[in-house]
């Protein structure tokens, strides 16, 4: 059974910095690329950004490029995102996602999601 489980997330002030961690299971993690998703309250799906199979290759969305880094390890089946220079719009619950389907919004399976608060 694939497995994503979510952590890192909770309250910051705007600026801080948190890090997220997806740890997968039930599944060759080595082999799949990754993605970071979030939702904003009362807001639809948002992709954040990409990582490849390997790691050599990533992918923001405009409005966290430069902040956010996407990285993995295969060895212990993490994915992470390192988040710095929040803001309030970064509020969301985000979700770790493999297996796209469709639209950067669509994939197969999904976490649990971990939330995160910025404070203005």
């Known amino acids: 059974e694939v497995q994503l489980v979510e952590s890192g997330g909770g309250l910051v002030q705007s600026g801080g910095s948190l890090r997220l961690s997806c740890a997968a299971s039930g599944f060759t993690f080595s082999n799949h690329a990754m993605s970071w998703v979030r939702q904003a309250p009362g807001k639809g799906l948002e992709w954040v950004s990409f990582i490849n199979s390997g790691g050599g290759s990533t992918i923001y969305a405009d409005s966290v490029k430069g902040r956010f880094t996407i990285s993995r390890d295969n060895a212990k089946s993490t994915l992470y995102l390192q988040m710095n220079s929040l803001k309030p719009e970064d509020t969301a619950v985000y979700y770790c996602?493999?297996?796209?389907?469709?639209?950067?919004?669509?994939?197969?399976?999904w976490g649990q999601g971990t939330q995160v608060t910025v404070s203005s």
């Open positions: 996602a493999a297996g796209r389907i469709g639209s950067t919004t669509e994939y197969r399976y």
